[in-house]
């Protein structure tokens, strides 16, 4: 799943229904953008005027 878990309504509900099709050694990939560069910034806010409802989740850092 590349640049596409933002989309989705219920991210939890998504990445469960992945996991419970997944056969056994399977592996799940879920690629999304770093939303803490100006450019993905600028990005998800083009998608907020679109009235996208995009969810971009923060990693922090340790």
Known sequence: MVNALHHVCNQQETVNELWRTLQP????????????????????LGEKLALMRSHFLFQHAD
Do not use: Q
């Open 25 to 44: 050694g399977g592996r799940i990939v879920i690629e999304e953008p770093d939303v803490r560069t100006f450019a993905v910034k600028l990005f998800a």
